[in-house]
């Protein structure tokens, strides 16, 4: 059974920092691009980070390029999300898929607030 589990979400005041992970069990998720999204009340989901499956290469909404890296651990069959400098506009629910443009298994995300 294909699953994947978003974790370490939670309350922080601006200007700090979280790191978000991602599990997967059932499939090997170096096979996939993993994407992270986002979405916050009453806006679209959002495209955040995604890490490709054939060489590691990254990409960055222009909204975090600099503050959040996307990672792999293939040992640990994990994605993460190391998110810095938070502002309160990162408030959302965050979650990973596979693929980065048409994704096929979402977690089940991960709440993030930012908030003083």
């Known amino acids: 059974q294909v699953q994947l589990v978003e974790s370490g979400g939670g309350l922080v005041q601006p200007g700090g920092s979280l790191t978000l992970s991602c599990a997967a069990s059932?499939?090997?998720?170096?096979?996939?691009?993993i994407g992270w999204f986002r979405q916050a009340p009453g806006k679209e989901r959002e495209g955040v980070s995604c890490?490709?499956?054939?060489?590691?290469?990254?990409a960055y909404a222009d909204s975090v390029k600099g503050r959040f890296t996307i990672s792999r651990d293939n040992a640990k069959n994990t994605v993460y999300l190391q998110m810095n400098s938070l502002k309160p506009e990162d408030t959302a629910v965050y979650y990973c898929a596979t693929d980065c443009t048409i994704p096929e298994y979402w977690g089940q995300g991960t709440q993030v607030t930012v908030s003083s």
């Open positions: 890490i490709s499956s054939s060489d590691g290469s990254t």
């Open positions: 059932g499939f090997f998720l170096n096979y996939y691009d």
